[in-house]
């Protein structure tokens, strides 16, 4: 019986709230590689990725289990975008940089290597994230993601100045032609998602720009069916499989 993952309340400072964490140690001594998950819109405190997902589970089965992390967004709105925003909504990117990954390094039992995926808003977050903080990511996985961020703005009013400020310091296509450069990166998209234009042209850009990532498409749609089957895939990619 493989044990259900625990919801820890971590105290975020840079929020000004307590917010949610919840994680999945396998069992045994370790230490285990560390994977952080990143949720999308339609989650507000990580917990999709293990009650739909199954994550923890895929985890327990895989060839070189891992520490599972799954963070809050900090709930703001109808999605955080996995950023700090300019008007002070909410700190997304401190809260998970600075406090949640701090956090889990000291309270669970990780080896350095740090791998971090994410679904839809999710996706769009891990690539982002991995480019803004090179070095930090040994991996990272996208699953139903996007890289622009017009998506965002599909549910929250005036983004663009309310997030970012007019910057674009947070449209990974910019950060991209600047230069910044991905860990090892998979993309996947399942055929029947409204995404897979947005991946398509993703997939386009990076081996136009030359960045090294593997693509795939599945069947399947927007949706939990599709995630839970894409888990054991990025744990099999992280791992180096």
């Known amino acids: 019986m493989i044990a259900e993952p625990s919801r820890h309340s971590l105290h975020s400072a840079s929020n000004r709230r307590r917010l949610p964490v919840w994680t999945w140690t396998p069992p045994g001594p370790g230490p285990f590689p560390l994977l ?10 990580g917990s999709g990725w293990w ?7 895929a985890s327990a089965a895989s060839a070189r289990p891992c520490v599972v992390v799954m ?6 709105e109808l999605g955080s975008g996995w950023c700090d925003w300019a008007d002070g909504t909410a700190a997304a990117e401190t809260h998970l940089m600075e406090e949640v990954l701090p956090w889990a390094r000291a309270e669970l039992p990780v080896t350095d290597e740090l791998w971090l995926s994410g679904l839809s808003m999710g996706g769009y977050g891990a690539i982002t994230l991995a480019l803004r903080h090179p070095g930090v990511f040994d991996s990272v996985a996208s699953t139903s993601g996007f890289l622009d961020p017009q998506r965002l703005f599909t549910f929250v009013p005036e983004a663009a100045d309310r997030m970012w400020g007019g910057s674009a310091s947070h449209d990974p296509r ?10 090892r990166l998979a993309l996947d998209c399942g055929t029947g998602d409204d995404l897979l234009a947005d991946n398509r042209t993703a997939t386009g850009l990076l081996t136009d720009l030359g960045v090294a990532h593997t693509y795939t498409e599945h069947p399947g749609g927007h949706d ?3 995630w839970r089957a894409r888990v054991p895939e990025h744990l099999a990619f992280h791992a180096g499989a």
Not at 51 to 57: G, Q, S
Not at 175 to 182: D, S, T, V
């Open 174 to 183: 910019t950060l991209l032609h600047q230069g910044a450069e991905p860990p």
């Open 71 to 76: 963070p809050s967004d900090t709930g703001a």
């Open 51 to 57: 009650r739909l997902a199954r994550a923890h589970e």
């Open 224 to 226: 939990w069916d599709y």
């Open 36 to 45: 952080v998950l990143l949720h999308g819109v339609y989650d507000a405190d």
